[in-house]
T-cell receptor, first 109, second 115 residues
Framework: GQNIDQPTEMTATEGAIVQINCTYQ??????LFWYQQHAGEAPTFLSY????GLEEKGRFSSFLSRSKGYSYLLLKELQMKDSASYLC??????????FGKGTRLHILP | DSGVTQTPKHLITATGQRVTLRCSPR?????VYWYQQSLDQGLQFLIQ???????AKGNILERFSAQQFPDLHSELNLSSLELGDSALYFC??????????????FGQGTRLTVV
């Protein structure tokens, strides 16, 4: 089967750093996405990883280890507006995109 | 504003009915993706079209069908509706054929309520 696992909820403090983990088991692998989704809104693209390693984009970084079927999204200098759901998704070898159920991140002042 | 337009924003209909959801992709984007998002299932990929042709198929029910027209807009048809089809339906578009090699932009979604 195909499975993407990520924690359901996390809480962090404004100004801190948080790491959201994602593990996956899929039929082949083309790439892994992270999306941010605020309540009631559309997802917005954060990152796309194809190769192993860390990709940094401002306050957000995404890491991939294909051999371990593992990725994480690192958010630094947390702001209240970062309160949202973070969706991990994998594109498998059939070009199908499989999403995890998302991690709801709560930021406390 | 992502540049992807979905209509209608809200739709309420009865079980057994048929509805059509419409999506206009960003100018220049050839790929259109349809997703269903419900509270218990999360975001589910339904289908992708690229330049008028079906490109990839996900968990799309046989009661559902989609197409992409020559002007690149797309429609998702949902028939014999059931209560469980109540969800938010998103359309996304991107410029490339492969699903992930570039950013996909999402529309604001159509909220379908089946009563």
């Amino acid at each position: 089967g195909q499975n993407i696992d990520q924690p359901t909820e996390m809480t962090a403090t404004e100004g801190a750093i948080v790491q959201i983990n994602c593990t996956y088991q899929t039929s082949g692998f083309n790439g892994l996405f992270w999306y941010q989704q605020h309540a009631g809104e559309a997802p917005t693209f954060l990152s796309y990883n194809v190769l192993d390693g860390l990709e940094e984009k401002g306050r957000f970084s995404s890491f991939l280890s294909r051999s371990k079927g593992y990725s994480y999204l690192l958010l630094k200098e947390l702001q209240m507006k970062d309160s949202a759901s973070y969706l991990c998704a994998v594109e498998n070898r059939d070009d199908k995109i499989i999403f995890g159920k998302g991690t709801r991140l709560h930021i406390l002042p | 504003d992502s540049g992807v337009t979905q209509t209608p924003k809200h739709l309420i209909t009865a079980t057994g009915q048929r509805v059509t959801l419409r999506c206009s992709p960003r100018s220049g984007d050839l790929s259109v993706y349809w997703y269903q998002q419900s509270l218990d299932q999360g975001l589910q990929f339904l289908i992708q079209y690229y330049n008028g042709e079906e490109r990839a198929k996900g968990n799309i029910l046989e009661r559902f069908s989609a197409q992409q027209f020559p002007d690149l807009h797309s429609e998702l048809n949902l028939s014999s509706l059931e209560l469980g089809d109540s969800a938010l339906y998103f359309c996304a578009s991107s410029v490339v054929e492969r699903g992930g090699s570039t950013e996909a932009f999402f529309g604001q979604g159509t909220r379908l309520t089946v009563v």
